[in-house]
């Protein structure tokens, strides 16, 4: 298994640019969220969804879209990227939001100017 | 309001120095609390799950420890490979969300 791959690794954006960060899991988990990191915070939950066709805001979900049309594929859309949203993100997923585990990808370091 | 504190921010040991790292937390109704590693440049690694004070788990170097305030990792006789960010993070029956906490950062000098 693969395990949650994230592609690109870095990008760089202009201000109000739009982008798709890409997020696919092989392990048929049903739960995936995206997370961003920053210097000095923890992880913070931007979006995130418990199935197919079905997802929710997390702590920070504005200026950030998602989907879920497949068990396998969980993409972050920026809209109109903003310097604000310079970071690292994260996807990461499990079997279900409960107890379970959550596993991480790589990241993707993301610039905006 | 669910919060995470870790402590301390950064730790500098020399090898085989043991130590312990803490996470206290504040939630309503804990449903879990995970222990992360992340190396420079990559994802956090899962290490541990803790579910009820009292629990302990361990792998290798590291023994993680739950109370019902606070989690500890202790490191015992710890190399420069262990040398990383340590995340801890808890889940509540409130949200259900993981809460993070910002790390501490290990280095382990030879």
């Known amino acids: 298994n693969a395990g949650v791959t994230q592609t690109p690794k870095f990008q760089v954006l202009k201000t109000g640019q739009s982008m798709t960060l890409q997020c696919a899991q092989d392990?048929?988990?049903?739960?995936m969220s995206w997370y961003r990191q920053d210097p000095g915070m923890g992880l913070r939950l931007i979006h995130y969804?418990?199935?197919?066709?079905?997802?929710d805001q997390g702590e920070v979900p504005n200026g950030y879209n998602v989907s879920r049309s497949t068990t396998e594929d969980f993409p972050l859309r920026l809209l109109s990227a903003a310097p604000s949203q310079t970071s690292v993100y994260f996807c990461?997923?499990?079997?279900?939001?409960?107890?379970?585990?959550?596993?991480f990808g790589p990241g993707t370091r993301l610039l905006v100017l | 309001e669910d919060q995470v504190t870790q402590s301390p921010e950064a730790l500098r040991l020399q090898e085989g120095e043991s130590s312990s790292l803490n996470c206290s937390y504040t939630?309503?109704?804990?449903?879990?609390l995970f222990w992360y590693r992340q190396d420079p440049g990559k994802g956090p690694e899962f290490l541990f799950t803790?579910?009820?004070a009292g629990e302990e788990k361990e792998k290798e170097r590291l023994k993680a420890t739950l109370t019902k305030k606070e989690s500890f990792l202790h490191i015992t006789a710890p190399k420069p490979e262990d040398s990383a960010t340590y995340l801890c993070?808890?889940?509540?029956?409130?949200?259900?969300?993981?809460?993070f906490g910002t790390g501490t950062r290990l280095q382990v000098f030879p």
């Open positions: 990461a997923s499990s079997y279900s939001q409960g107890k379970e585990t959550q596993y």
């Open positions: 803790l579910y009820s």
């Open positions: 969804s418990v199935g197919a066709g079905i997802t």
């Open positions: 939630v309503s109704g804990l449903r879990g």
């Open positions: 392990m048929n988990h049903e739960y």
């Open positions: 993070a808890v889940r509540s029956y409130n949200t259900d969300k993981l809460i």
